[in-house]
């Protein structure tokens, strides 16, 4: 039991020590972008967007009749990463995905099902550094740290099952045979992501007969 609390408070270190340089590298760069003027930004958007869309296409992607033409999907995906919240973080989580069926639907919906996964990979990264931080800080014990942090981990497919109105901003498919393959690019609200997260955390620590609900909130100040 020693050797895995051990084991894992050490993959928590690495993890923290990684996490807290880029994020002081990242905020950053949300503070430059952030200086940007609207006019400023748009031209960096149309910048990029032109690049992603031709890329796009060189590469087979097209859209449905009738959606948003790949130029439009793609600048408001760019647009929504350039969000950020009061605290200089990311407004919401991105996830991208790539699926192939024997029918467009089903593509779709395995490419949406991965995605979400995607997206439960990076809150449970995100909540294992925030673990880490606050082991660090002495506010929570080694123990409880390293509980938190494996129901975390374990804890990913069930994230991603709660993720619900996820907003899928870039769809986009291409023929490969007689196989749709369809891509999606969803974004989720980094605040309502925690919050499921949490709960989702609370639940899964209660059924192991863990009570550490002041750990929890400890956790989710440093956020």
Do not use: C
């Amino acid at each position: 039991m020693k050797k895995a609390i051990l084991l894992s408070l050490s993959i928590l270190m690495m993890t923290g020590a990684s996490y807290a340089q880029n994020t002081k590298e990242q905020r950053k760069e949300r503070a430059a972008v952030t200086r940007m003027s609207d006019k400023e930004l748009k031209a960096k958007v149309s910048s990029d967007v032109k690049k992603q869309a031709k890329a796009f296409k060189k590469q087979g992607w097209q859209v449905n009749v009738g959606a948003l033409s790949i130029e439009k999907q793609i600048e408001k995906a760019q647009r929504m990463q350039y969000e950020y919240n009061e605290y200089n973080m990311p407004k919401y989580f991105m996830g991208e995905m790539t699926a192939k069926a024997e029918s467009y639907a089903a593509a779709k919906a395995q490419a949406l099902a991965f995605a979400k996964e995607d997206l439960a990979g990076m809150i449970s990264t995100e909540i294992t550094a925030l673990v880490e931080n606050t082991r660090a800080n002495e506010q929570i014990s080694a123990t409880d740290a390293a509980s938190i942090a494996k129901t975390v981990q374990s804890g990913k497919q069930l994230i991603a099952q709660r993720l619900t109105n996820v907003l899928p901003v870039v769809e986009v498919y291409r023929m490969d045979g007689k196989m749709y393959e369809v891509q999606t690019r969803i974004f989720y609200d980094r605040n309502n992501a925690l919050q499921t997260a949490k709960q989702v955390i609370r639940q899964e620590l209660e059924k192991d007969g863990e009570k550490l609900h002041d750990e929890l909130d400890k956790i989710w100040e440093g956020k």
